[in-house]
């Protein structure tokens, strides 16, 4: 591969939503950061999402103008997505710089989130939840 088309991949999971990120080196003088072909600002309604997606930038203090990142997300809602990022996002700078490793690691980054919605039951209005319960 050349320095111009070089790419790091990182496959990222959060409850049901699966994200493929994509750091290619940037090309104009600021990287874009694209999640389903819009910008991150556009993408996420909510300002907490923006900053849980960004940490891992923010802790292997990476210059942003160096990447240009390509996100696919597919499946969940807007939280399990950004975390699915987050997810892919440390793994694929892990892929660029093997020394970060430690540092995503210490910060909880490079752990799978395996907590997933429990099935709904037989008889029972939700997962846990019993019918209330009626004297009379």
Not at 55 to 72: K, W
Request: proline share 3%; net charge positive; glycine share 10%.
């Amino acid at each position: 591969m050349t320095k111009a088309s070089e790419q790091y991949y990182g496959t990222g999971r959060r409850k049901t939503s699966t994200a493929r990120v994509f750091l290619r080196r940037s090309t104009g003088k600021k990287g874009a950061f694209t999640v389903n072909g819009l910008p991150q600002e556009d993408y996420f309604s909510r300002p907490s999402a923006l900053i849980l997606v960004n940490q891992p930038l923010v802790v292997a203090e990476t210059d942003l103008n160096l990447f240009d990142i390509l996100i696919t997300v597919k499946g969940g809602g807007e939280s399990g997505q950004a975390g699915a990022i987050r997810h892919g996002l440390a793994r694929a700078l892990v892929n660029y710089d093997e020394s970060l490793r430690v540092k995503m690691r210490r910060e909880g980054y490079l752990t799978r989130d395996a907590r997933e919605v429990e099935r709904k039951k037989v008889g029972k209005p939700k997962a846990r939840r019993s019918k209330q319960f009626s004297k009379r």
